[in-house]
Antibody, heavy 122, light 113 residues
Framework: QAQLQQSGPGLVKPSQTLSLTCAIS??????????WNWIRQSPSRGLEWLGR?????????DYAESVKSRITINPDTTKNQFSLQLSSVTPEDTAVYYC????????????WGRGTLVTVSS | DIVMTQSPDSLAVSLGERATINCRSS????????????LAWYQQKAGQPPKLLFY???TRESGVPDRFSGSGSGTDFTLTISSLQAEDVAVYYC?????????FGPGTKVDLK
């Protein structure tokens, strides 16, 4: 049974960088049949897909245009995890952040982390 | 970006009654080369992450009760709960995964009447 375990700080100061990690068990970040996503949820923006990374003979990333200038999603094959970095945060980035797996063959976001509430405040 | 809308915003249904949630995409999310609609439905209960109910618009995820059904094609989709149970109280979201950015509907809250 695959699982995703999120970690990272729950409080980030404005203008700093938000960093979260999603550790994978029961699957591989380098799987050729999975994509690894970050999604956030806030009352004002609802559920917002931020981006993904996936391996298909080489690594690919896709980012939402709304955060493209500030976001980095990186896989770490040695630790079997992937990370989210969001720079220059503002209070508008306050949200619950989720990592999620999507499988090839259409089974999108079938596995989710428990979520991390990140508050941007001084 | 593909915009997803849902109706109604909320509904209250008696135990055992039918609940119907509609979802519309701003453009077709049907891919003719594989005959699939790139539409998923999720259920989210308070304090939990969303749970996948359907993908390809109508393919039920393993473990999802058969009182739930998904239908529709192109731009118009429906999630139906044929006989509402107490444990179905939740917010339901549709999501398109036809194009990045993958976008979600605003959600429909289902409560007991």
């Amino acid at each position: 049974q695959a699982q995703l375990q999120q970690s990272g700080p729950g409080l980030v100061k404005p203008s700093q960088t938000l960093s979260l990690t999603c550790a994978i068990s029961g699957d591989r970040v380098s799987s050729n049949s999975a994509a690894w996503n970050w999604i956030r949820q806030s009352p004002s923006r609802g559920l917002e897909w931020l981006g993904r990374t996936y391996y298909r003979s080489k690594w690919y990333t896709d980012y939402a245009e709304s955060v493209k200038s500030r976001i980095t999603i990186n896989p770490d094959t040695t630790k079997n995890q992937f990370s989210l970095q969001l720079s220059s945060v503002t209070p508008e980035d306050t949200a619950v952040y989720y990592c999620a797996r999507a499988l090839s063959g259409g089974k999108t976001c079938d596995l989710w982390g428990r979520g991390t509430l990140v508050t941007v405040s001084s | 970006d593909i915009v997803m809308t849902q109706s109604p915003d909320s509904l209250a249904v008696s135990l055992g009654e039918r609940a119907t949630i509609n979802c519309r995409s701003s453009q077709s999310i049907f891919y003719s080369s594989n005959n699939n609609n790139y539409l998923a439905w999720y259920q989210q209960k308070a304090g939990q992450p969303p749970k996948l109910l359907f993908y390809w618009a109508s393919t039920r995820e393993s473990g999802v009760p058969d009182r739930f059904s998904g239908s529709g094609s192109g731009t118009d989709f429906t999630l139906t709960i044929s006989s509402l149970q107490a444990e179905d109280v939740a917010v339901y979201y549709c999501q398109q995964y036809y194009n990045t950015p993958f976008t979600f509907g605003p959600g429909t809250k289902v409560d007991l009447k």
